[in-house]
């Protein structure tokens, strides 16, 4: 391990003072040898600690015995050390390629990729699972993730179509147009990341050259979901697009969504936050008079009203799940397919255009 040290020491001093570059040939060809289980053949392990020790064996020589395990164990803890740097670098690289993210349990947390709401992963981190002793836990946890990860590398070279995903019921902002390239966006009505997307999505015009249509996907948080009303408005949704509008110009379900992205209150607060910091029934309240006011009668808001809390719109919301989580496999919303490809977070005007 000294030698294997010694050279990671060198290589790095080398790089900063030439003085030290003259024992790297040494230091490499030991280490050569100790990474595959040979002797080294040269003496340079005891000429580097005879060179640290001098001074100590002039002053104490009684410290030089311990003096030398020490530094058997600091050489250890390097090379762990850098193995383990390594070792994260590697991991971070592989999830930011496939997920635009180089923390797949937080994406969030990670500057390197477009802002987004995450979906967090209820799999205890390396860290929690070594303090709560699950040392077994914490290395086969992230192993089984790096492992995942480099399985969904395929899945990222792709050629993404948004056919392949679209939900039962699929309603488009605007008319459907067989001429047109269909683009599915995956959104938490909850999430600020998905207002700032549509907001981009409107300013490109990007609905006048795509069909555009969604899926709900609120966002599971470990006591319940992270914006505490999205599952209702999730269900608003998908109720609205059983029982469609006849005759709407734009589905009530999108006017909807509209208005909580895009409008405020007499406030001036955006209807996203009212929705976000609401009580259940008053977000209830307000879902029923939004649709009265793109046209639902009180008859037909009951009926919405009754199959959003219905088995139906359950399993529908359970199938999406199972959609974006294992066969989009993204980890950050709002994610969005056009153009052959999956584009996780926030997406430009630009990008849009």
Not at 238 to 252: F, G, I, K, S, W
Request: charge should be negative; glycine fraction near 6%; hydrophobic fraction near 45%.
């Amino acid at each position: 391990m000294f030698c294997i040290a010694a050279f990671i020491v060198l290589v790095l001093m080398g790089a900063v003072s030439a003085r030290y570059r003259r024992y790297l040939g040494r230091a490499w060809n030991c280490t050569l040898r100790r990474v595959t289980f040979r002797p080294c053949d040269t003496t340079f392990k005891q000429d580097i600690k005879d060179h640290l020790l001098a001074p100590l064996a002039v002053r104490r020589p009684k410290l030089v015995g311990p003096a030398s395990v020490a530094l058997e164990a600091v050489a250890l803890l390097v090379v762990l050390t850098t193995v383990w740097s390594a070792y994260v670098v590697v991991k971070s690289g592989v999830n930011l390629y496939v997920y635009g993210t180089c923390n797949k349990q937080d994406s969030a947390s990670c500057s390197l990729g477009a802002e987004a709401c995450s979906i967090p992963d209820q799999t205890p981190t390396f860290g929690e699972s070594l303090l709560s002793g699950d040392v077994i836990g914490a290395f086969g946890n992230d192993f089984a993730s790096l492992g995942e990860t480099f399985s969904a590398i395929p899945s990222r070279m792709q050629n993404w179509e948004a056919e392949e995903y679209l939900p039962a019921n699929a309603s488009y902002l605007g008319v459907y147009d067989a001429k047109k390239e269909t683009a599915l966006e995956v959104i938490d009505p909850g999430c600020t990341y998905c207002l700032q997307l549509f907001n981009n999505i409107e300013e490109a015009g990007f609905d006048d050259r795509m069909n555009l249509t969604y899926i709900a996907y609120p966002i599971a948080a470990a006591d319940g979901y992270k914006f505490q009303n999205s599952l209702l408005v999730t269900q608003y949704l998908e109720a609205l697009r059983l029982n469609p509008l006849a005759d709407a110009a734009t589905p009530v379900d999108w006017e909807i969504l509209r208005r909580i992205y895009t409008e405020v209150d007499d406030k001036g607060v955006s209807w996203q936050s009212v929705i976000n910091g609401a009580e259940p029934a008053v977000a209830t309240a307000l879902l029923q008079d939004w649709s009265a006011e793109f046209g639902l009668s009180q008859e037909q808001v009951a009926d919405v009203a009754s199959v959003a809390a219905s088995d139906e719109v359950a399993d529908i919301i359970a199938a999406n799940t199972r959609l974006v989580e294992e066969s989009i496999h993204t980890v950050k919303i709002p994610t969005i397919i056009f153009d052959g490809r999956r584009h996780d977070g926030l997406v430009s005007v630009g990008d849009l255009d």
